[in-house]
């Protein structure tokens, strides 16, 4: 069981009668841990083919790295007697009733720094504010790091909620939420940012990546500036971004090796659109990034997907690790420990010191690949999926989410490709430069790091890059009058 009771502020003028932040504790029924405790021992699980090592996930998980999972889930986190404190070990919450009966469960990490700024951070598919676990204590409390920049050391005060419909927020399609949330008959992208718009409010910020170009475009005023990482654009076209347009083409033509006619543009980027074949290599591209070809496959059909996901917890596990497409899991504990007083910056140095590839791979721990399956079993996953589909009817490409420009200042970090064997390819399944049609991109970090899920797989760069990015945009006067009370940064992970 976890409790904790958000340390919220004064209510902002926008905040409603009735929206009242109250403690969230968790609990995890004996009855439904005996049921899944059933389900796990009477798995079938199917006949494999004979593959060779380095193709073994092309026809998806393979055996051997589901199979000691599911012993591992049986022992540790059924057959113990406290399964549930296995789920408390990430940061605790609040919830919020948006609206009856919408509520919405999420962190308040205030910062004692008296400089910190209000950072709402956005999770992604197929996560929630379990996300955050990684990094919460160092945006809120950042050790003095001068030599590293001069945003090295900006603190935020963090509010991390998890999307109607994931983790421990009640989904957005129930009777009642629709009238008071405006929206039609199903809840999307729209209408996750103006719950997320009232959370702030309510915790007393006034003002202030899917979800944070929403906030963006329908409350600039209550933005100061977005951060993401791995974002995916569309192509820029004459009819919309004529200038945008104009600029690809010259360093597409020039291979972005003259730098003034680079435009923001790497030669790896431009040389993977051009030999790219447009249907296999998109397929690659996506398969890539937990929000690409598998959540893609998922929108599709989300209620005939949800009656195999929400009936069998081993199903529910293969689909994430296919998400994240982890590699074999490792041991419980990290074959190399690492010093909790280390800084973010000191361990990246004593890992260059001891000679650790930069192009390292993350390999997710038995515990936590069962974390995140956890928090989308215990609620059922049917609610996101749901959600998902919605997102994507949401972002085609003539969309307003994909064409409307927005004037807030935009950082971007981008990681490799997980599984991507060539050093040209990068996470991001497009160009950055893309986005200027859309964005005004003002901060940009291109990483050699493989991470589809940076605040996971690498959590001290994403602090530095979080860090910087906002603490130079603050320096460069790009955030306006910080000293407005409840001014807000978002930072999105879609």
């Not at 497409?325 to 990290?334: C, D, G, I, N, V």
Request: some cysteine.
């Amino acid at each position: 069981m976890a409790t904790a009771t958000s340390t919220a502020s004064t209510p902002g003028k926008e905040a409603r009668q009735g929206d009242a932040v109250q403690p969230y504790s968790m609990h995890v029924s004996s009855r439904y841990l005996e049921l899944t405790s059933q389900k796990l021992q009477l798995t079938r699980l199917p006949k494999e083919l004979p593959v060779p090592g380095t193709r073994k996930w092309e026809l998806g998980v393979p055996k051997d790295v589901l199979e000691p999972l599911l012993d591992y889930w049986y022992v540790r986190f059924i057959s113990t007697p406290h399964a549930d404190v296995h789920m408390a070990a990430g940061p605790s919450g609040a919830s919020l009733s948006i609206s009856n009966p919408l509520r919405i469960h999420f962190v308040h990490a205030p910062s004692t720094q008296p400089s910190a700024l209000p950072l709402l951070y956005i999770h992604t598919w197929p996560s929630s504010f379990i996300e955050i676990s990684k990094i919460v204590s160092a945006l809120t409390n950042p050790l003095s790091m001068p030599s590293l920049g001069v945003g090295s050391q900006q603190a935020f005060h963090v509010v991390a909620p998890s999307i109607p419909g994931f983790g421990f927020s009640d989904e957005g399609n129930v009777a009642g939420a629709e009238e008071e949330m405006d929206c039609g008959k199903s809840f999307g992208i729209w209408e996750t940012a103006e719950c997320f718009w009232r959370v702030m409010r309510v915790l007393g910020y006034q003002r202030g990546f899917e979800v944070s170009r929403a906030l963006a475009i329908r409350h600039p005023e209550s933005v100061m500036a977005i951060h993401t990482s791995n974002p995916e654009f569309f192509e820029p076209t004459w009819k919309r971004s004529p200038f945008v347009c104009l600029k690809y083409r010259i360093a597409r033509m020039l291979g972005a090796k003259i730098p003034f006619l680079g435009f923001g543009y790497t030669p790896a980027e431009l040389e993977r659109q051009k030999s790219k074949v447009e249907e296999e290599d998109t397929r690659l591209a996506l398969s890539n990034k937990p929000s690409g070809l598998m959540s893609f496959q998922y929108t599709l059909r989300p209620q005939t997907l949800s009656y195999s996901l929400c009936d069998s917890p081993i199903g529910l596990l293969a689909c994430l690790l296919d998400t994240i497409h982890t590699r074999s899991p490792a041991a419980a504990l990290s074959p190399r420990p690492q010093s909790p007083f280390l800084s973010p910056a000191e361990i990246e140095m004593s890992e260059s010191q001891h000679g650790y590839n930069a192009r390292r791979h993350y390999t997710w721990t038995p515990t936590e690949v069962l974390d995140w399956t956890m928090l989308q079993w215990l609620p059922g996953p049917e609610a996101s999926l749901r959600w998902l589909r919605q997102a994507y009817l949401e972002t085609h490409p003539s969309s307003p989410l994909s064409t409307t420009y927005s004037p807030v200042p935009v950082g971007i970090s981008s990681f490799q490709s997980r599984n991507s064997s060539s050093s040209t390819w990068t996470a991001s399944a497009s160009p950055i430069m893309w986005g200027s049609a859309i964005c005004n991109i003002r901060w940009i970090k291109r990483h050699q790091r493989p991470a589809a899920l940076p605040a996971w797989e690498a959590p001290d760069l994403l602090v530095l890059d979080m860090r910087d990015c906002f603490g130079s945009l603050l320096n460069q006067g790009l955030l306006g009058d910080v000293n407005l009370p409840g001014r807000e940064i978002l930072e999105g992970a879609e």
